[in-house]
């Protein structure tokens, strides 16, 4: 216990936990868009595709300046996210098909172009490798502020434009024929995924980062009765997971930080779809042991 | 077909339409205008193009060519004028929101970006649904309706719209006979305050009952006019093909 209360007074832990704690409440809050649009794996697909652009922005600047490599994977998923839109929409081919395709493409380049430059004098300290994984012991204040500034980016255009990301989301038909652009919401969804994204790699890592939009929205889903409740929450469960992910992280050295967190998220999306009242596993059981009781019951009067 | 009718009595013309999806148009050389404060059935068998013709009318499909003028204005109209009732909602049953948030995005058109709804959406948003009989469902989670009352609260989210054009493609699906009647009812009060329904129906029973006026379509129009001059037995026949009234036990 004291070993807690004095990891909590650490700079260093003060440091990861806040990065990650935020970027937990941004993957949750477009994390509900995502998984209520059934599109949850495009941010898979995204964050595959971050690996390529964070390993040729370090070959073409030979730096090891996170900003600049977080931007390089800033373009390879846009460029990633517009080649599925474009892809989807102008072709036969289907979403879950064109992602894989893409994924695995982007991924193999993002592998073997690292492999190439771990050959690189500067790579090892430029620690390419923490984007695969992510190791969020490796933020430094600098990377917080990259994360709490683009995810106040993104918090902002949601709370704008929510009415409009809502009936989007929600039929997009409808919005259609209200006269909102499809491809203008398509394109704002897409910058406000790519981004929350990006904040996440260098903590949580281009494989395991789609877990964090996924798994707070499905745990908020078995509570919530609306769309603001359903962000709110997920918010919270992700700024939980990335807090209590790094809390263990850092109790344990040489866990990578990433992995946990996700486990963290796991377990809270894991007690929600057992435990929570109405849409629960367990009380929908309950339910049907009381509704079967309760007619047994009135057969036995009639009888 | 009419062309004579003066600028003022037309809500939508559509000029030449042909629409593919793919190589083969399922809609062919379409020229028809709907005149403004008359309701008109659209009518033809499955897979006729109906609602490929409405989807194209809101600029939903791009047309291989021709153009849809409402009230003699090329492009789109301002989109707060057109209620859109598609006809299936392809939308996710599971989605977290109540009954009175769906009528609500009735409203979003008349907002524009970023502008909230506020108490005077909130109150046609409540007139709407207590109009299609739905008013005790308000706070219900819209995964806790049935099939009829679905379609009930997306017709009164199209009513909360307060369009001046309504297109409608099968509203009356699933609906149980009496709020059919309630909402032909509501439907002539829209017509008489001088706005414009266009409204895909399948029930040749009712047509002549609920609509001034009538289209036939089958890949092309087949006659368009009054209910009285056009609702007979040969344009009924060449539209679904032979006998097809004697089929449906009409004759
Ligand atoms: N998205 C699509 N892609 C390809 N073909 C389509 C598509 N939608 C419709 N079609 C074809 O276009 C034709 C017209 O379809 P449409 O939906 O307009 O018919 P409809 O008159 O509304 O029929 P129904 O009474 O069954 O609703 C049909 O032959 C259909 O197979
Ligand atoms: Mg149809």
């Known amino acids: 216990m004291k070993g807690i209360i004095e990891l909590f007074s650490d700079y260093t832990f003060q440091i990861v936990a806040l990065g990650t704690g935020l970027l937990g409440v941004v993957s949750g809050v477009l994390g509900t868009f995502t998984v209520l649009r059934r599109q949850s794996l495009l941010g898979d697909g995204i964050s595959h595709a971050a690996l390529p652009g964070v390993v040729i922005a370090f070959l073409l600047t030979g730096t090891k300046n996170t900003e600049v490599l977080l931007f390089g994977a800033l373009i390879a998923g846009l460029i990633v996210s517009f080649l599925i839109t474009l892809v989807t929409r102008y072709t036969r081919v289907k979403f879950n098909t064109a992602l894989a395709v893409f994924l695995s493409v982007f991924f193999g380049l993002g592998l073997a172009l690292l492999s190439y430059a771990q050959r690189h004098p500067n790579a090892n300290q430029a620690g390419l490798s923490r984007f695969i994984y992510g190791q969020a012991s490796t933020f430094l204040a600098r990377d917080v502020w990259i994360v709490a500034i683009a995810g106040l980016f993104v918090l902002i255009l949601v709370f704008l434009f929510w009415k409009e990301l809502k009936v989007f989301t929600f039929d997009p038909t409808f919005a259609q024929s209200l006269g909102y652009s499809r491809t203008r919401l398509d394109m704002i969804m897409n910058l406000l995924l790519v981004v929350s994204i990006v904040i996440g790699l260098q903590a949580v890592g281009v494989i395991l980062m789609s877990a964090m939009f996924i798994a707070p929205s499905v745990a908020a889903r078995q509570w919530s009765k609306s769309l603001g409740g359903m962000v709110l929450l997920s918010a919270v469960f992700g700024a939980m997971s990335g807090v209590l992910g790094t809390l263990v992280s850092s109790a344990y050295a040489n866990l990578p930080t990433g992995p946990v967190i996700v486990v963290c998220a796991s377990i809270i999306a894991g007690i929600s779809l057992l435990f929570a009242p109405g849409r629960g596993l367990v009380h929908s059981f309950y339910r049907r042991y009381k509704a079967r009781k309760e007619m047994k019951g009135k057969q036995a009067l009639n009888a | ?251």
């Open chain 2, 1 to 251: 077909m009419n062309h004579n009718a003066k600028k003022s009595e037309v809500a939508i013309e559509v000029f030449d339409l042909t629409v593919a999806y793919d190589i083969k148009p399922v809609l062919w050389d379409v020229d028809i205008l709907f005149r403004r404060a008359k309701s008109t059935a659209i009518v033809g068998p499955n897979g006729a193009g109906k609602s490929t013709l409405i989807k194209a009318m809101l600029g939903m499909i791009r047309p291989l060519t021709g153009a849809v003028h409402f009230y003699s204005k090329s492009g789109l109209l301002q989109r707060n004028q057109i209620a859109y009732v598609p006809q299936s909602a392809s939308i996710d049953w599971d989605f977290p929101i109540t009954v009175l948030d769906v009528v609500l995005m009735g409203r979003y058109g008349h907002l524009g970006w970023i502008k909230r709804p506020g108490k005077h959406d909130r109150e046609l948003a409540t007139d709407a649904l207590e109009k299609v009989g739905m008013q005790d469902y308000k706070t219900r989670q819209i995964s806790e309706l049935s099939g009829g009352q679905q379609q009930r609260v997306f017709l009164a989210r199209a009513f909360a719209q307060e369009a001046t054009v309504y297109l409608m493609d099968e509203p009356f699906k699933g609906v149980d006979a009496s709020t059919e009647a309630a909402i032909v009812d509501l439907l002539k009060e829209i017509i008489s305050s001088g706005n414009t329904i266009v409204l895909v129906h399948h029930d040749l029973n009712t047509v002549a009952d609920y609509f001034d006026e009538l289209c036939l379509i089958n890949k092309r129009i087949i006659a368009h006019g009054p209910i009285e001059k056009v609702f007979n037995e040969e344009n009924i026949n060449r539209t679904y093909g032979r006998n097809s009234l004697a089929k449906a036990g009409l004759a």
